[in-house]
């Protein structure tokens, strides 16, 4: 079968993963990418790359009022001639293309069902939120990461047979670019915040927490990886301390893997969220969780087994489940285990390509 992936907004690991999958069980995969976030060692030589010019943001603008960007995507696909095409994150121009390529059955995977969290500037426009309801209305298939995600679009109108539950996997990506780099120098006991810096994350609670934390496990050191203002969430006196490490930047993805290799736990205290590519990784590295019970999150996790869930904005909970991680190393190799198994037996992308095909196949019988 030949597949075409669509990937034009944020980093295409998660279209990676799926396209090494079905390559590897015979499929033909191509991918057409956003240019600004392409990285080709994300994809193995036998996936067919074509990078689209979505690269700076002037630039992408001044495309987007050509004609000719759209005439040139629609004759990119007829060349292609997918048996069907998986919109993996979508991107405004595909919305005036999608008309014209009605002929191949389409699925979008649709990550943000809710559009609450608004991290960038087109996030926050009525152009976002059009472009996502027009992609739902023409693709044949929706695929969400959990049951609470479909149920946000089945209120909105979208018929139940037309949207697909389907696991995320965890990114096996990081694992295979871990530098190897030794973690005896990293803190011990540590409690990891990875990732964009954000009102939606709570930041702020896990601030709060922290003093809680440390009463109860004195021990416990905290690292707080990733870009953004950590200044406006957590105080000065807090940010000073020594048990507290400080990453505001970027992480290069080479250096993800010790940061999770070297943390007894991967918190996210998020206060609203659909779902969280943090847990994934988290699971590739075999690291319990504490996360809040908001979106998808909870389904992600077997409480008590894979790692802890507590309600959001309550900083004494989120202490709570921390330490009865953090204070038995008992509970922590029994979770690391119970991970393993869960990642084997639900969140191996082998599995999940297989549901995949099967969809990409009954969608090109019936179409």
Not at 29 to 58: C, K, M, W
Not at 105 to 118: A, G, Q, R, S
Request: charged residues 20%.
């Amino acid at each position: 079968m030949k597949i075409l992936l669509f990937h034009l907004s944020g980093t295409p690991l998660y279209a990676a993963e799926i396209a090494h999958s079905l390559a590897d069980k015979g499929h033909n995969v191509h991918a057409i990418v956003a240019q600004r976030n392409l990285n080709e060692d994300f994809f193995d030589e036998n996936i067919y790359i074509n990078p689209i010019g979505i690269s700076t943001n002037l630039k992408t603008l001044l495309r987007c009022l050509n004609p000719l960007t759209y005439v040139r995507i629609i004759k990119q696909i007829k060349t292609i001639d997918p048996d069907v095409i998986h919109i993996t994150q979508g991107f405004l121009w595909l919305n005036p293309v999608l008309p014209f390529i009605s002929e191949y059955p389409i699925l979008y995977t649709d990550h943000e069902p809710e559009e609450v969290n608004d991290v960038t500037l087109y996030d926050r426009t009525n152009i976002y939120s059009f472009s996502k309801s027009h992609m739902r209305r023409y693709a044949d298939k929706i695929i969400v990461h959990g049951d609470y995600l479909k149920e946000i679009l089945l209120s909105r109108g979208i018929p139940e047979d037309k949207v697909v539950v389907i696991s995320h996997g965890t990114y096996r990506y990081y694992e295979e670019v871990d530098n190897g780099e030794d973690t005896d120098s990293m803190p011990n006991n540590n409690v990891l915040f990875f990732g964009l810096l954000a009102d939606y994350k709570g930041i702020s609670v896990l601030a709060k927490a922290i003093p809680q934390i440390r009463n109860r496990c004195p021990e416990a050191t905290f690292t707080i990886a990733g870009k953004g203002d950590i200044d406006s969430y957590m105080p000065d006196n807090l940010l000073k301390e020594d048990y507290i490490t400080i990453y505001n930047e970027f992480i290069p993805d080479e250096r993800v893997g010790p940061l999770f290799r070297n943390a007894e736990i991967v918190v996210l205290p998020y206060t609203s969220g659909s779902q969280s590519g943090v847990l994934t990784i988290s699971y590739q590295f075999k690291t319990p969780v504490v996360v809040t019970n908001v979106g998808s999150l909870p389904e992600a996790v077997d409480n008590h087994e894979t790692g802890i869930i507590v309600p959001p904005n309550e900083p004494d909970l989120l202490s709570e489940g921390i330490c009865r991680i953090l204070s038995s190393s008992r509970t922590q190799k029994n979770m690391e285990q119970a991970i393993t198994e869960k990642v084997e037996s639900e969140l191996s992308w082998d599995i999940i390509c297989n549901n995949l095909i099967e969809l990409y196949s009954d969608l090109s019988d019936d179409h």
